[in-house]
Every structure is written in C-alpha cells, then in structure tokens.
C-alpha cells in the first residue's frame, strides 16, 4: 500500500522488538524522521538512535513539497520504487503532513542528529531535533550536504562509530565532537 508514517513506524518498532537487545537505529531524511518516530513511540525497543538531516515539521517546507508534487515521471520511476503517481503523491502528503515536534521530548534514547553544512533546507530542523531530546546531541557536520552519509560513507562511520559504540555511562560524547 501507500506509505505511511504510521506503517513505517510499526514496520521498523517489529523489527527492533524482535533484536535480542534494544536496536540501534540510524536513518537518513525521512528515515531519520521515522528513527526518531520509532524511538518516541516504544523507548522499550530502541537504545540509540542516529539521525541525518531529519524532517521535524513537513509544514515548514511548502516549496519542497511543492516541487516534490511537480516531479516528472522519468525522475519518480528512477528514484524511487513507488507503483504510480498517485503512491508519489500519497508519499508527499505524509511528508507534508509530518510533525514530530511534540514527540522530540519523549524520546529517552541516546541520539545523535546530524546535519550537513551545506544542507541548508534541514539544518534549522536537526538543530531543533538535537535541543528538544533530552538526551540528543547536535552535531554539524561541515563541508558536505544532505545525502552525505551515501556520498561520504567513510566519514559518516568515522562521525557515528564513537557513539555507537561508548558505553551508556561514557561520558567521552561531547556537543562539540561525537568522534572523540
């Protein structure tokens, strides 16, 4: 069926309620918006979470979604793996209908948001992100843009390996620096 931030979130909470320990998750975009989704909803199931560029409030980018509406069918058949335009549009609208600004408290999972300096579309929203969970970092990654974690995948695991890895009590994660 269409996607839905709702399924997606269910789809993914199965998942980590499946791993024998609390899942670490890591997303990218709109995946990172389902992480923080998916941590907000069942704490229970998730440890840390790592999230790039997240998508916080779909109303605070009307000109994205206006152009993501416009998308020719060439490019939505290239880029993605949706059926038809009408499955485009029904992703869009969720897109556009997104708003995790009261769920950001209630994520008790040690996160780390990430964002491109050059990412200047989602950067506002990662800070946002960062701040409002409680136990969430900001960290702005410079000199690279929204898909850096694909383009650069060496320095992605270089930035998140420190987190993912430190023990719940190290305290060696700083604001300043996640690698160090």
């Not at 290239?78 to 556009?96: K, N, Q, Y």
């Not at 995790?100 to 996160?111: F, G, H, V």
Request: contains cysteine; proline residues 8%.
């Amino acid at each position: 069926g269409p996607f839905t931030m709702a399924a997606a979130v269910d789809a993914i909470a199965e998942l980590a309620d499946a791993c024998p320990a609390p899942a670490r998750l890591c997303g990218l975009s709109l995946g990172a918006s389902v992480a923080l989704a998916v941590a907000a909803a069942h704490p229970d199931v998730v440890d840390r979470v790592v999230a790039s560029a997240p998508a916080i409030d779909g109303a605070r980018h009307p000109r994205v979604t206006a152009v993501y509406r416009r998308a020719p069918g060439w490019a939505l058949r290239r880029l993605t793996d949706l059926p038809d335009r009408a499955g485009w549009l029904s992703f869009v609208d969720e897109i556009a209908a997104l708003d995790l600004t009261d769920e950001l408290p209630k994520i008790d999972a040690r996160t780390l948001v990430l964002c491109g300096g050059r990412d200047r579309a989602n950067l506002a929203e990662a800070k946002l992100a960062g701040q409002a969970i409680p136990n969430g970092t900001f960290y702005l990654v410079p000199h690279v843009g929204h898909t850096w974690p694909v383009t650069q995948p060496k320095l992605f695991a270089t930035v998140i390996r420190a987190f993912l890895t430190a023990s719940v009590r190290d305290d060696t994660l700083t604001d300043d620096d996640p690698t160090s």
